[in-house]
Nanobody, 125 residues
Framework: QVQLVESGGGLVQTGGSLRLSCAASGRTFSAHAMAWFRQAPGTEREFVAAITWSGGSTNYADSVKGRFTISRDNTNNMVYLQMNSLKPDDAAVYYC??????????????????WGQGTQVTVSS
């Protein structure tokens, strides 16, 4: 079992930056591929970024490539999402997610077994 707690959301102006953090509990954290998803009101949850268990490979949605960076610290059971050049379209609740141990990354929500409660990101124009 993995429990996930996100933090770092808030209000930022267009063009600004935020760093989201996801704290994970559980002894097997380093074996889990991790991802960030987001969901705006009235829309489906969408993939943002994912990282393999080792951190050696990442995957990004086209809409955030070059602006967002996912990273992880397996020593401290943390996953991060650095978000730069934020746009109003980036506003959403951001969720941290983990796959079952030993499975590589996925880009669909049903590929993840564990979810945090979400953190709100608001971007003012």
């Amino acid at each position: 079992q993995v429990q996930l707690v996100e933090s770092g959301g808030g209000l930022v102006q267009t063009g600004g930056s935020l760093r989201l953090s996801c704290a994970a509990s559980g002894r097997t954290f380093s074996a889990h591929a991790m991802a960030w998803f987001r969901q705006a009101p009235g829309t489906e949850r969408e993939f943002v970024a994912a990282i393999t268990w080792s951190g050696g490979s990442t995957n990004y949605a086209d809409s955030v490539k070059g602006r967002f960076t996912i990273s992880r610290d397996n020593t401290n059971n943390m996953v991060y999402l650095q978000m730069n050049s934020l746009k109003p379209d980036d506003a959403a609740v951001y969720y941290c997610a983990a796959r079952r141990p030993g499975i590589t990354i996925a880009t669909i929500p049903t590929g993840y077994n564990y979810w945090g409660q979400g953190t709100q990101v608001t971007v003012s124009s």
